[in-house]
């Protein structure tokens, strides 16, 4: 297989999908495999470590798109991207199609076919290529935000810790999830009040156990309503895989919220799940609304490219040497990965996303 893995387009992306020792292993492999000329830059790995391993340089976007059969990359493609791909590409890389109509009428005109990392499952169901990327998301929104809450950033002036004369910080985490649970568990670290809310109160038992500071409360209307009018940081980390995120939080919710607190919707990509929220990328991160400051990025794990390259390298690698064999058609696991097949949406999950 000719393996391509292009330099990211999206604002401030600086993570790559392949570090040079996962591309070591593809060659290994028997693969062939190119890269982008300054795509690991940013993650710490120079054009040389690659070709030190075997791996091929291409100087521009145009000549490994040209070259590569299987094109293995973070984000969804944009429109720098799209120009380059083809009918006869396979994609493998992070789609969110749900809440990218748009994006999947142009793969589903181009007619090639597109493997999403968060469908992907492994043999337990769960969502293997999601997990290190949802983990980081959530500790990076406790740290955003702390620093949002900063009053020359526009926040209310909010110490998330407190001191031992001061009330701590409250900070409303909405599901407890991979991504909720790191945000809770980033939060209590620190010294803040938390309330972590789901509908399944066995997730949060463990962490309330651990953490003192954690309170776990049931989702229901009341409740939510009532921890977002108190919370100084509000992050929303709710999923339903492959499908657009639930809204639980209203815009008069985020109106009743005081003026400087924050919002965090880690589910963005997915949508949103708080209604105030709209895709905002690194260069301009934040917009006040109501006088609440919002953060939307939807690369939140791009601000540390060297940490979660390591991390989505290693936890893709298995999957790409997978799509490598001829047998992968009959792999349950990729199967649930595919979105668009042969230009056609070939996802029940995608199909009713787009439906409603």
Request: charged content about 20%.
């Amino acid at each position: 297989m000719k393996i391509g893995a292009p330099k990211e387009s999206k604002v401030l992306e600086g993570r790559v999908a392949l570090i040079p020792d996962a591309c070591a292993a593809l060659i290994r492999q028997g693969n062939e495999v190119f890269i982008e000329s300054g795509a690991g830059e940013l993650s710490g790995y120079k054009d040389e470590q690659y070709s030190a391993h075997g791996v091929v340089i291409k100087q521009t976007a145009a000549e490994l798109y040209s070259e590569a059969c299987l094109i293995v990359k973070v984000k969804e493609p944009v429109d720098d991207d799209l120009q380059y791909l083809r009918k006869d590409h396979i994609l493998f890389c992070y789609l969110h199609l749900a809440a990218n109509l748009s994006l999947t009428h142009r793969l589903c005109d181009i007619g090639l076919t597109a493997i999403a990392f968060e469908t992907v499952t492994d043999e337990a169901g769960r969502l293997p290529l999601l997990k290190p990327m949802s983990e980081i998301a959530g500790m990076l929104s406790v740290q955003i935000g702390a620093h949002l809450l900063h009053q020359p950033q526009g926040g209310k002036g909010v110490m998330l810790g407190g001191l031992a004369t001061t009330e701590p910080g409250h900070v409303v985490v909405l599901g407890a999830g991979v991504a909720g649970s790191a945000a809770a568990r980033e939060a209590a670290a620190i010294g803040a009040r938390v309330s972590l809310i789901d509908r399944d109160e066995s997730r949060f038992e463990t962490l309330s156990q651990l953490y003192p500071n954690i309170k776990g409360e049931l989702s229901s209307e009341t409740n939510i309503a009532q921890a977002v009018n108190e919370a100084d940081l509000l992050i929303g980390a709710v999923l339903l895989p492959g499908l657009h995120a639930p809204r639980l939080v209203s815009e008069s919710q985020v109106k009743c919220m005081q003026a400087g607190s924050v919002v965090i919707d880690i589910s963005v990509d997915q949508g949103g799940c708080i209604e105030t929220i709209r895709p905002t990328n690194y260069s301009e991160p934040t917009y006040l609304k109501h006088d609440i400051l919002h953060f939307g990025v939807t690369n939140m794990p791009g601000a540390v490219p060297i940490t979660a390259s390591q991390a989505l390298s290693a936890a893709i690698l298995p999957y790409v040497q997978r799509l490598c064999e001829s047998r992968w058609k009959s792999d349950k696991n990729l199967q649930n990965g595919i979105n668009v097949r042969d230009g056609e949406i070939d996802n029940p999950l995608i199909e009713q996303a787009l439906k409603q």
